[in-house]
Structures are given as C-alpha cells and as structure tokens.
C-alpha cells in the first residue's frame, strides 16, 4: 500500500517535471495549422498559374506559352505533393507519441483507480463513524491534536486523490480525441497526396500532348510557308512575265496605255471591301512564333461578300492559285498590278477589261487560319510589293480597319 502510495507520488512529481519541457514545444493543432497554411500558401500560387493559362487560352498566344505555364502548375504540385509527404511523415510520429502519450495516462488511470479502489474498501470497513472514534479515543488533548492533523492528512490525500482521478480521466479523454483527429488527418493527407499525383500525371500527359501538337503545328507551319513561297515565286513569276513584255513594247517603241494607278492615286483607291484589317503590310507573327512574310493586307469580311476592282484594267489571272485559292490578277498598265486572294469565286476569266468597282469576285478564305478574308496585294513597276494601306482611302470612323493584337 505504502510502495503504492509513494510511487504514485513519483509518477506526479515526474509529470510536473517534463510538463514545462513540453509546453514548449507547438501543440498538435498548432502543428495541423501550420501545415494547413503552407498547404494553402502551395495552392494559391498553383491557382494564380491555373488563372494565367485560363487568360492565354481566352486569347491568342504560342503553345510554347501554355508548355510553359504547365511546367510551372508541374512544380507547384510537386512542392504541394512534397509538402503532404513531409505531413504525413509527421502525422505518423505525432500518432505514434499520442499512442504512447494514451497508453501512460491508462497506466496512470488504472494505478490511481486501484489505490482509490482500496481507499473505498477501508473506508467501509471503518464505518462513518471511524473519524469520530479516533478523536474521542485521544487520552490527551495534545494527542487530539495529532489525531484531529491526522485525520486532516488522510482527507486532503484523498480529495487529491479523487482530483488526479478526474485530471486522468479528461487526459485519456483528450488524448482518445487527439488520436482519432490525427488518424483522420492522415488519411485526408493520403487521399489528398493521391488526387495531387493524378493531378500531376495529367499535367504530365497535357504537356505531352502540347509537345506533340507544338511539333506537329510547327511542322504544319514549315509546310505551309514553303508552299505560300512556291504560291509567291509563281505569282512574282506571272507579274515579271508582264513587266518582261511591257519593257519589251516599251523598247520597240510600241504605244503602250498609259496606268490606271499612279502615285497621284496614293491615299486615293476605294477599298476592295470593308471590314477590319486582321493583318498588316510586312512580316508579321503567325503561330509558335513563325514569321510570315506579307506582300499584302488581309480584309475581313463574311463568305460571299462583293469583291471590287480599285481600278481599271486588264484580268491577268483568275484561277486558283494554290494557298491563295481562287485569286484575280489585275494589270493597271505602268507597271502597277493589284491581287485579290483567298476568294470564294471569281466572276471575270483572264483577258476581261474591268472598270473601276466592278465585282470581280466574292470573299471566300473560310479554311484558312485567319477565318474568312480578302489577300489584297498591290505591286508596282519591277513587281516590288507595296504597302496598301498607304494607296487606300482612309476609312470612316464607323469602319475603320485596325490590326488585332
């Protein structure tokens, strides 16, 4: 009973000792919360980059951009990943010392349920009146004191008791509680740590795909601008063939007409048809960053829309024209031809004189990358390609054509 009494007594003083070393450490929701905000930290970057790939995709932009973007959304999901193995690492340590945490306070619980247990038992045996017995036994007033200190001794041991009882109690209480938390964090984490490897595996495979599809347009891209070259040089070729026979008449001193166009008419033309500039004199971007060379402008305008002569002339072409699709070739005289491209129909042959905005054709180009459209080209004398938007009438506000971005 004794050995009991004082090991009891031990195990109090022991729990008093270590009780400051732990305060010190960060308690097991502080921990959870920690891990929760640098999850959450992880995530919110992951969303910002999720936003920005949700702007590309609303606009125009190179697939190198989007590959880019997905490899970032790769390494915040990997740290995300990274940072869930780091807490369940920890979450299975923290289980393990709640575990052995449990297991001492049950040991603790049932060693004071058995001294309190015997406590009971003597108690019965003495009877209520066992206190005072002791003290009207006393045969001395200086042994009534000891009896009365005695007795005093014996009931704050036990309210102690009854008190460390209950402390215990509510330990095991918390303790069961703070097991059965960790554990469900544990498996949130896992279930957490497998949809982020799903995720990271599709981020895997969309990159390939954008790979394959980077290589694949890029292909497509290199085939296109060799063929839009063999298309150019054959035009260049038709358009040097007349200027070979319009130098040649000049030479013999033949009476040539003289141009329909000349740089009086600059800022003058009426345009072809309205709509918006989709693409600009020069060389310009086109996708995965490919640079186009652009003789002309490009006009957008529906399927079916009249196409009008800027100027009168000589039909030189009409007929497909390889990527141009159907295109009229238009001989001013003075060395100054004009092309319309990418047309539905033409509705003049070669050989036809054409009268200043009369319908040579109808807006087509609906398979071609820019959408429906009219490749409007003017060239002068020698064939050098000139910049339209320097020949053509400004526009009205209300139609006036600009480039997109």
């Not at 001492?104 to 004071?112: G, N, P, T, V």
């Not at 954008?210 to 040089?233: V, W, Y």
């Not at 009268?355 to 490749?375: A, K, N, T, Y």
Request: proline share 3%; hydrophobic share 35%; net charge positive.
């Amino acid at each position: 009973m004794r050995m009991r009494v004082v090991r009891g007594a031990w195990c109090v003083a022991a729990m008093l000792v270590v009780r400051p070393v732990a305060a010190q450490r960060p308690t097991y929701q502080q921990q959870m919360q920690d891990n929760q905000r640098r999850l959450e930290d992880i995530k919110r970057e992951r969303s910002e980059v999720e936003q920005e790939l949700a702007r590309l995709r609303t606009q125009a932009h190179s697939l190198t951009d989007e590959i880019s973007n997905i490899e970032q959304q790769k390494q915040s999901t990997n740290r995300i990943v990274n940072e869930l193995d780091r807490q369940i690492t920890g979450l299975g340590g923290q289980i393990d010392q709640i575990t052995v945490d449990l297991l001492i306070a049950q040991d603790a619980l049932l060693e004071k349920r058995a001294v309190l247990e015997r406590r009971f038992v003597d108690i019965y045996k003495r009877g209520p009146l066992y206190s005072w017995q002791v003290l009207f036994a006393a045969a001395s007033f200086g042994d009534l004191l000891s009896r009365y200190k005695y007795l005093f001794l014996v009931s704050r041991q036990d309210r102690l008791l009854n008190n460390d009882m209950h402390k215990l109690q509510d330990r095991v209480a918390r303790q069961r509680q703070l097991l059965v938390e960790a554990r469900e964090a544990l498996a949130r984490r896992r279930r957490e740590r497998t949809d982020e490897l799903g995720r990271y595996l599709t981020l895997e495979q969309e990159r390939e795909a954008n790979l394959r599809e980077t290589r694949r347009s890029a292909r497509q891209a290199e085939q296109r601008l060799s063929r839009l070259e063999k298309d150019e040089r054959a035009l260049n070729d038709r358009i040097e063939a007349l200027e070979r026979a319009r130098r040649e008449a000049e030479s013999r001193g033949a009476a040539t007409a003289t141009g329909s166009i000349t740089t009086a008419d600059l800022g003058g033309l009426d345009w072809p048809v309205e709509g918006m500039i989709i693409y600009p004199f020069g060389t310009t971007t086109g996708p995965n960053n490919t640079r186009i060379p652009r003789h002309g402008i490009g006009i957008r305008a529906p399927v079916g829309t009249a196409v009008r002569a800027v100027a009168p002339g000589t039909v030189s072409l009409s007929g497909s024209l390889g990527l141009y699709l159907t295109s009229v070739l238009i001989d001013h005289g003075g060395g100054y031809y004009t092309v319309y491209a990418y047309l539905n129909d033409a509705t003049v042959k070669q050989g036809d004189r054409v009268i200043r905005g009369q319908v040579i054709g109808h807006v087509g180009g609906e398979s071609s990358d820019e959408g429906p459209h009219l490749h409007f080209e003017i060239r002068g004398q020698g064939g050098i390609a000139l910049d339209p938007g320097n020949w053509l009438r400004r526009p009205s506000r209300s139609a006036r054509p600009s480039t997109p971005r």
